[in-house]
């Protein structure tokens, strides 16, 4: 897979993350491989807070939005809030 749709199919599902991850382009779609990984495991602590959860789940699908249509543009647009965190390195 060559960079852009290695970024597009890291954030249909966390499978998609894994197949990203495996067998895409880890240099050229490094990006939103990361922005994938972070919008993921912040939207887990979604479900584990009551109450304000919601919230937050809804603030994390308005992010994986602007990724997702980034990554469909070819851009390299960081999510608000969450974008400058850095698990891949």
Known sequence: MDAKTTGIVAYLTWIG??????????????????????????????????????????FVFVCWIIGFVAACQGQEKEVPLLGKIKILK
């Open 17 to 58: 993350l894994l197949i990203a991850y495996l067998a895409g382009d880890k240099e050229g779609g490094k990006f939103h491989l990361n922005q994938a990984l972070v919008l993921f495991l912040f939207s887990l602590a979604g479900a584990v807070i009551p109450f304000v959860g919601w919230a937050w789940d809804v």
